[in-house]
């Protein structure tokens, strides 16, 4: 045999094991994760058993969720359960030199902030109280805006001099809403017709998969206007509150929120995505209290607006929302000019959610500066207290996490005229492992 020849085959030789080294670091990479996410799993169904409102959703095998729940945990368990935590984070940390493709990396990141936020929780459990800021950081991997209280009273004066009538604005705002209160015998009618609507726009820039669905209830006395149950299998059980008046704006908003491409749609696509297609049994589970919640609500907020661009929304809802609930459509134009200054308001709820939690507010100060500042009526006020009670700095998720996505799609080519690839950025977004840090990088 030739030296060439001798040569060229050695040549193949080397690149024949260098191939099954990398494939052994991936396949070695690959089992050490899943290992880790399995741990992972496990610990946020265990911490599950001391909060009720931890664990949103688990459809994992069924011998891992634990049979007992809304039990009070003690010292020697926290601490067993923090140092769990804590050896989990440390695995992650020896992987971090291992060469990774673009959505390992995605993983390994979100595994990471995901058992950071368990960890925390664990500290909060403890009986910890945590600053404001500080809480939202640990857990959601972001912090709260500033609010300026001098820019929510521009908005409204703004309010003021349009709405009909004279004295206080949230007086006058409750009453010219209430002519666009939908009939409780009408609810589920106009519910219905904006899912569909919904779904079908979402249809046309997002492959909904096979077999998806969701059944809607209608609940009284909970501290949420709507909530998304998923159930696993492609199933959601969305529960819409209705103790207090629902107006015509409300359906298309909750039906896209919880709905498509909502919460539904997100839930469904990382199943499909990353639980049936790449065995990530990570997401099989979803503690609330994490950054997961975060790109959650954020890309469900900007969801809702590509799904009914420039003034679709308010066209698709006059001509066929309004007869269905057969309200009068007068004032409709003023109305929806409303409804855009209010939403600037929005904001304010983080704001009163720090000062309470903080200390700094009593329950009757809150409630009185939501009126104020976000024209609630006390009944109002006082339910949006009972959320920051139960949820406590959950409120930065759909500020923060509305401003994050928003920013994210701009900077990647998501502009205003470009409405495909907005769609295109957020599919993407609902359906890889993401966290709200990484998408500021």
């Given at each position: ?28 990479l ?12 496990k ?71 995901q ?119 492609l199933?959601s ?40 297609d ?23 907020v ?64 809150t ?8 024209l ?26 509305e ?18 690839r ?20």
């Open positions: 045999m030739s030296r060439i020849i001798i040569l060229a085959v050695f040549s193949l030789l080397l690149i024949a094991c260098g191939e099954k080294k990398e494939q052994k670091i991936k396949s070695d690959e089992l050490k994760m899943n290992s880790i996410a399995e741990g992972y799993v610990l946020v169904l265990e911490v599950g058993k001391y909060d009720a409102n931890y664990v949103d959703a688990y459809y994992g095998p069924k011998d891992w969720k634990p049979k007992e729940a809304n039990l009070q945990i003690d010292s020697t368990t926290n601490t067993k359960l923090i140092s769990n935590a804590d050896s989990l984070l440390n695995e992650l940390e020896l992987l971090s030199e291992y060469k990774a493709t673009e959505l390992e990396t995605l993983r390994y990141r979100y595994l990471y902030k058992l950071f936020a368990v960890k925390t929780k664990l500290i909060i459990l403890s009986g910890s109280v945590l600053p404001f800021d500080l809480e939202s950081r640990a857990l959601y991997d972001v912090s709260p805006a500033d609010i300026n209280e001098e820019d929510l009273q521009n908005v409204i004066n703004e309010l003021d001099k349009i709405l009909p009538g004279k004295g206080d604005v949230a007086e006058r705002i409750t009453s010219f809403k209430k002519k666009f209160e939908i009939p409780k015998d009408k609810i589920a009618a106009v519910f219905d017709a904006a899912i569909k609507e919904c779904r079908s726009r979402t249809s046309k820039y997002i492959n909904l998969p096979a077999g998806e669905k969701f059944k809607t209830e209608y609940v009284e006395a909970k501290p949420w206007g709507a909530y998304n149950w998923y159930k696993g299998n199933f059980l969305i529960q819409i509150a209705t103790d207090f008046p629902v107006y015509i704006n409300s359906p298309v908003g909750l039906a896209a929120h919880e709905g498509y491409p909502g919460h539904h749609v997100y839930n469904i696509l990382l199943e499909q995505n990353l639980v049936k790449k065995g990530w049994i990570e997401y099989t589970v979803y503690p609330l209290y994490s950054p997961q919640s975060l790109i959650a609500e954020g890309t469900a900007i969801g809702e607006e590509l799904l009914f661009p420039n003034d679709e929304r308010m066209k698709f809802e006059k001509e066929v929302l309004f007869p269905i609930a057969r309200l009068d459509t007068s004032n409709v134009d003023l109305y929806y000019r409303i409804l855009a200054l209010q939403e600037k308001l929005s904001g304010a709820g983080v704001f009163a959610a720090r000062n309470f939690l903080n200390g700094d507010w009593t329950k009757e100060e409630v009185s500066w939501l009126q104020k500042f976000q609630r009526t006390k009944e109002r006020a006082e339910k949006y207290l009972s959320f920051i009670e139960t949820y406590r700095s959950y409120v930065v998720t759909y500020n923060m996490g401003v994050i996505i928003r920013d994210y799609i701009e900077r990647n080519g998501g502009t205003e005229d470009n409405l495909a907005k769609w295109e950025i957020l599919t993407r977004l609902i359906s890889t492992p993401q966290t709200p840090s990484g998408l500021l990088d």
